[in-house]
């Protein structure tokens, strides 16, 4: 009769609670070994020793005894030492299985050797799955000779009832069954045991993944907050010295340099809560999020420059080549790159520095170069690069580029970036 599908769900939590339980029994036996192996060894004797033991070994009667009419009786205490020899090195069948077979072949034979049968005999067979499943497995083959023996034994003292080769087919087929039944039971935990070591590798990889992408989001709103927030404040900064000083000779001008600082601020703030939206939709998902703006592009290398004009500084920029079909990620690179280079000529450089700013594009390569007629000197502490510079760099990097910065051949300071926009370029 097929099993229905409410039948098969009903069983579900019945699957569970076996799994759950034998979790705990392999726990329970993880902590305490001993007390499986002596359950055993109990199990064992009050199934097959404790029968000989009360009919002691007689031979008479009808039935399955025939088969002991032409056996030897042995008395009470000879059955005793065999069957402790038999099932007593079973509580070593785990911990040490190549001694506890080894123990209990040498018994077996010594048994069979003296024409004496016991039910006891049983702790071979487990002993050889025992062996199968926790011994080596270089150690089989000389158990499975072993086996092979005592079996070859047993069929010679039974050929007067039974034939030999009947007897060696049953007792090999049954000692084949228990080598086969330890070997797949080994298999099989050294599957789960690979498997769970897969499972425990891979949650290790993603963590470490996460780890990672964590730490390259970190790094890269680290250079995003640090473009905006330092090439701003460096304008608003120059903005206000220009203002505090204009304030007395030509206020009108002082009027103007606070417009273009609450314009400038006005911007800073767009921005930093672009960036902030775009971290906040990170963690609660896009519902109800901030409406935000594209990335800033080449086309915006115009509205920075007169930021910068505005701050006192002249700046001619120029353009080569086909920049408005650049990717979206090149041309922000290309846009931070320029707006850390004018930065730095903002902190640098006095009123009435002129700035060449271009941005060429010839082939798969585009180059960038910000040149000024301020001091060659930039102030800063020795040996040690401005996080700017080390910005700069790890944008170009990303596209294979590479970034240069010092003192210019005519006077003045010097940027050139130059990026790769063969497609993987970034990759080598």
């Not at 077979?101 to 077996?108: D, L, T």
Request: charged fraction near 20%; aromatic fraction near 4%; include cysteine.
């Amino acid at each position: 009769m097929p099993v229905t599908s409410d039948e098969l769900s009903g069983m579900g939590p019945l699957v569970a609670r076996l799994s759950r339980g034998g979790q705990r029994l392999r726990q329970a036996d993880r902590a305490h070994p001993w007390v499986l192996d002596t359950a055993v060894v109990i199990v064992v004797f009050l199934m097959f020793c404790l029968p000989d033991l009360i009919h002691g070994g007689a031979d008479d009667g009808d039935g399955p005894r025939r088969f002991r009419l032409a056996l030897t009786r042995l008395p009470l205490a000879g059955m005793l030492v065999l069957q402790a020899g038999l099932v007593l090195p079973l509580l070593w069948r785990r911990r040490k299985p190549a001694v506890a077979f080894g123990v209990i072949a040498a018994v077996f034979v010594l048994q069979w050797s003296l024409g004496a049968a016991l039910r006891a005999d049983i702790a071979l067979f487990i002993a050889l799955y025992s062996m199968a499943l926790h011994g080596r497995l270089r150690q089989l083959p000389w158990a499975c000779a072993a086996m092979a023996g005592a079996m070859a034994l047993v069929a010679v003292r039974a050929s007067s009832s039974v034939s030999v080769w009947d007897a060696l087919f049953f007792l090999l087929s049954t000692a084949t069954a228990a080598l086969a039944l330890g070997l797949v039971v080994r298999i099989r935990r050294a599957q789960l045991a690979g498997l769970r070591e897969r499972a425990a590798r891979l949650e290790t990889e993603r963590d470490q993944r996460s780890r990672l992408a964590t730490a390259t989001e970190r790094t890269r709103v680290a250079r995003e907050m640090h473009d905006i927030v330092g090439h701003n404040l460096s304008v608003i900064i120059t903005l206000a010295d220009a203002g505090a000083y204009a304030t007395d000779t030509a206020p009108e001008r002082g009027k103007e340099a606070l417009q273009l600082i609450g314009d400038t601020g006005r911007q800073a703030l767009g921005e930093l809560r672009r960036v902030l939206g775009v971290l906040r939709e990170a963690v609660d998902g896009p519902p109800g999020g901030p409406e935000l703006s594209p990335q800033p592009g080449i086309a915006d290398v115009d509205a920075l420059c007169a930021t910068v004009r505005a701050a006192g500084l002249e700046v001619v920029y120029r353009t080569s080549g086909d920049v408005d079909a650049l990717d979206g990620g090149v041309q922000l690179t290309v846009y931070r790159i320029v707006q850390e280079a004018l930065t730095n000529t903002m902190k640098h450089a006095a009123d009435g520095t002129r700035v060449h700013l271009a941005v060429v594009v010839t082939g798969d390569r585009l180059r960038i170069r910000v040149q000024d007629t301020g001091p060659a000197a930039r102030p800063g502490p020795p040996n040690e690069e401005g996080h700017g510079l080390v910005g700069m760099r790890e944008r170009a990097a990303l596209y294979g580029g590479t970034v240069s910065a010092g003192p210019a051949g005519g006077g003045g300071w010097s940027v050139e970036a130059v990026l790769d926009l063969t497609p993987g370029g970034g990759d080598r």
